[in-house]
């Protein structure tokens, strides 16, 4: 049910997001979903891929400052205030969620969205009494 | 000159004046600082053995690490009670090095100031405006002092606020100022920003200090001041400033040799050198009661000038303008600042030590510090708020710690170049020479 996110440190300088998703590209570690969350004077490069271990493996081997983050992925009813609905549905159980994004999978024609909560077991309970689905991590993987 | 008797002594009987107050000052020294009667014993020296100026080269080095172990009170030669002031530099790891001052040191120091404010041909008539920080850091307070002695009026203005200064300055009618170098452009900029001209102004000496300068430093200011711009030297552990000033001749600095005697030495084989090479200034605070200073090594480098007599009159020996520190202390907007001091503040953060690279940088007029911290993986997280908090906690830190403010830039691991051996720390790119 947790889908394990690849998170990468990158300097905001020119050249570097490409060299990151080239490293990956070699290793023939594919990305299915990405976020970056970018400053003035830094980013941090958000990604889920099919094969999580190879990647890790592959952007520490390359000198990366690297860590794993537990995240869920959650399918999106496709019409208008969907997303919305399920937003409502977390502030109510009080959920914090640190950060979040969307991308939207081929193969259903849904929307999916990404959520990094505080307490990533706290939310699994809490989405799950509210009757929201969570996508299990090896679906996420091969989308 | 301010005190024709002692700045003109001839030299001989200034010789002669030193060896006694050497001889008393070991004397006291001795008896009074466990720390002075161990190294003595250590070293076979008995103060008996001291019998004129000479016989300094018979005396042990006191170290700015052995100075800083001593924290707080360990050099303190007098009862507290005779203490009327406390002063501190800041140190290497945090202890500063603490100097405190009876009411005699208070009153020579004055003297000394004094006589570098008169070098510049201050009087009583004059108003000299103190923008020097006042606090622990001894510069505003001894230039305010010294003032006072003079007779002059002191304008107690610290730093900052310059447009404030540049208003009083204008308003007053101040004559003198006393500043950073670096500050005193940082006012001449303002000033041309709020549309003053400065040339108009009645200012006749500045004494700027307590960082390093140059000769086009020098120059430019006093294009952007109607002043003859002089340099002023002291550190705290020895008095502050005021130890040796330029006389209006502009070429060396007066070292104000009847309280604080100068050597040069190798800072490898610790042997005097003769005057006109350079070497490492050692200072022996001969008149100091509060805490009494035998042979204290600087770190600063310059050289005693081998020269005949200053035309201006005054009979003590000269130092050239200082060349460098025989350590790796950067003085950034007047304040000093060890390597070793970011490098205890990232340690405590993270318990581990990062790899990093200060950049000192000079824009405009002021001094820049940046430092460059490789994100490790324990530092890491994928959220930027905690990132962000990371950063700024490092910048607080260093702040309460060094009281410099400094730009933390976070950058990938391995991008800060390794060398082979010591690791090199900072990247200086201020031009001053």
């Known amino acids: 049910m947790k889908v394990r996110q690849i998170s990468i440190f990158l300097e905001n300088r020119s050249g570097r997001l490409a060299s990151v998703l080239k490293e990956v590209g070699r290793a023939g570690v594919n990305i299915r979903a990405l976020s970056l969350a970018d400053t003035s004077d830094f980013g941090i490069l958000r990604l889920i891929v099919d094969d999580v271990d190879k990647g890790v493996q592959v952007l520490k081997d390359a000198g990366h400052t690297v860590s794993l983050t537990e995240v869920l992925a959650v399918e999106v009813p496709d019409h208008p205030g969907g997303l919305a609905g399920i937003l409502e549905k977390l502030s109510e159980a009080n959920l914090n969620v640190e950060y979040m994004y969307a991308f939207v999978c081929r193969a259903t024609e849904k929307a999916v969205v990404v959520f990094r909560f505080e307490d990533v077991n706290a939310a699994i309970a809490a989405l799950k009494k509210a009757g929201i689905s969570i996508l299990p991590a090896e679906t996420v993987y091969s989308l | ?433």
């Not at chain 2, 006191?62 to 172990?69: C, L």
């Not at chain 2, 500045?206 to 711009?229: N, Q, S, V």
């Open chain 2, 1 to 433: 000159m301010f005190n024709p008797q002692a700045e003109a002594m001839p030299v001989k009987e200034l010789r002669k004046l030193q060896g006694v107050r050497l001889q008393d000052l070991v004397r006291r020294a001795y008896a009074h600082v466990p720390f002075y009667r161990a190294k003595l014993d250590a070293h076979g020296v008995k103060p008996d053995d001291v019998r004129g100026i000479e016989d300094i080269a018979k005396l042990p080095f006191t170290m700015k690490k052995e100075f800083r172990e001593q924290y707080p009170f360990g050099m303190f030669a007098v009862p507290h009670r005779e203490i009327v002031r406390i002063h501190a530099s800041s140190g290497t790891t945090g202890k500063p090095t603490v100097v405190g001052y009876t009411r005699n040191d208070i009153d020579n120091w004055a003297e000394c100031t004094a006589r570098s404010l008169a070098c510049g041909g201050a009087t009583a008539d004059d108003t000299v405006q103190i923008a020097y920080g006042y606090g622990l850091f001894t510069g505003g307070l001894g230039m305010h002092y010294g003032a006072e002695k003079l007779g002059a009026a002191a304008l107690p203005t610290s730093s900052g606020n310059t447009e404030k200064q540049i208003m009083l300055m204008k308003d007053f009618g101040v004559t003198v100022l006393c500043s950073t170098p670096s500050y005193a452009l940082q006012i001449a900029e303002v000033a041309a920003q709020m549309g003053e001209d400065l040339m108009k102004l009645p200012l006749k000496s500045g004494h700027f200090g307590a960082e390093p300068w140059t000769e086009a430093m020098r120059r430019r200011i006093e294009e952007l001041f109607p002043l003859k711009a002089l340099d002023i030297y002291g550190l705290s552990e020895v008095a502050g400033p005021g130890v040796a000033s330029e006389c209006l001749e502009q070429h060396g600095l007066h070292v104000f040799e009847d309280h604080f005697y100068p050597e040069i030495i190798d800072p490898e084989t610790g042997d005097p050198l003769p005057d006109g090479q350079k070497g490492e200034l050692v200072f022996t605070c001969l008149t100091k009661e509060g805490v009494p200073l035998i042979r204290y090594r600087t770190r600063d480098v310059t050289m005693i000038l081998d020269e005949g007599p200053c035309p201006c009159g005054r009979t003590s020996r000269k130092i050239a303008r200082l060349m460098g520190r025989t350590d790796d202390m950067l003085i950034i907007r007047g304040i000093n600042v060890f390597p070793s001091q970011v490098e205890d503040v990232l340690v405590r953060i993270e318990g581990v030590q990062p790899q990093y690279l200060i950049v000192v940088d000079r824009q405009g007029n002021l001094d820049t510090m940046e430092i460059k911290v490789e994100v490790t993986e324990s530092l890491f997280s994928d959220e930027v708020r905690k990132l962000e908090a990371l950063r700024d906690k490092i910048h607080h830190q260093i702040k309460a710690m060094l009281n410099v403010s400094a730009k933390i830039t976070l950058v990938e691991p391995k991008t800060i170049e390794r060398t082979l051996g010591k690791a090199k720390r900072v990247q200086d790119l201020r031009k001053l020479t």
